[in-house]
């Protein structure tokens, strides 16, 4: 069996360079908008415009997924509520 690290670094291997920042920082447990972020993009093969056509809206994650689509049901903003107790605006 693989170590977690190990699994890591081949998803690593195998994306855009470009998400690879964002896929650290979900694994390193820093940011739930990273995860879900990095879980969609997977998901669709790593492919951003993929992720705004989704279509599987029985996935848990379909409400928050990122980048926003033409309804608005997307978002690209971190969560407001489970992830933080910040109000948006505030400092």
Known sequence: MKSR????QERLDQMPKKYRATYRRAVKGRSLRACVNAQCLKCCGWQRVEVTHCTDAGCPLWTVRPYAD???NAQE???????????????
């Open 70 to 72: 033409d309804s608005g």
């Open 5 to 8: 690290d190990e699994q890591i």
């Open 77 to 91: 903003e971190p969560f407001t509520g489970a992830e933080s107790t910040k109000q948006r605006g505030s400092v």
